[in-house]
């Protein structure tokens, strides 16, 4: 199928079927379409993320399981529509990326932390980057990532920006048969922000959560944000780890934690988990998981 043909469809509302939409990718990968072209399917399926430019939550909260003692697989890329994406602040840290099995192996043992950068793994990440960043807004690729973690993981936690993406998602997960948790800040974010009430989805149970049902409290949304350069962003996420943040930063990245933890062992109740977090932080585990990783990976 042409591409005109294709975005044709598209601009009426038509929806593809799945082998369209992996002839479609596989395309991409052997550059068969001109950016021009691409930039315009990405346009006519933009959505995922929530373009608040939050400092890396879930990046952080992989450290402090691996502090806690999980073994933890985190698939992610450069930024596209904030100022530090995940690839961004492992890069920032001096860590190098890797397809090596035996090295990905290797800094999951030690560390308990392995990362997956999308470009080594998801050939298509790697032609539609540049456009996704010169777009500026999220695209379908925001809704791929969390689906094609290489390592096949049979637990996932997922934050999605609304409803309608937890829904999708939670038919995904159910069809896919692995556990999982699906969060969203009833306000926007595609996280727990504790700036407002939060929905939990997971294999058992859905929700609707206060911060204060945590032992937490209310986050102001400006204390959230990720800084305006990726040297702001890594002090955020060093200052978590190493205990010197401030009380709503580390309080949103130890419930994002919790309920990592929760799917992770779901014998242990949300107030178990988010002190398993707690602990992590303040003994200093979680900092030293991450320099381990560091280390492992440089």
Known sequence: MEMKDILHRMLNHESLSREETHDILVNITKSAYPNEQITALLTAVGTGGDQKNTFN???CSCFVLAGAGYKVAKHGNYAATSVSGASNIIEAHGARFSDDIDQLNRSLEQSGMVYLHAQLFAKAMKFVGPIRRALQFPTCFNLLGPLVNPSHTQCQLLGVANLDQMRLYNNVYQRLGIDYGIVNSIDGYDEISLTSNFKVTTNNYERIFKPADLGLHVADPAKLVGGSSPQEAKAIFDNILLDRAERDQKEVVIANAAFAIQVLD??????????????????????RALKKFVEVNS
């Open 57 to 59: 939550i879930s990046t």
């Open 266 to 287: 779901q014998e242990k109740n949300i107030d178990e988990c988010a002190d398993i977090a707690r602990e992590s932080i303040e003994s200093g585990k979680a900092w």
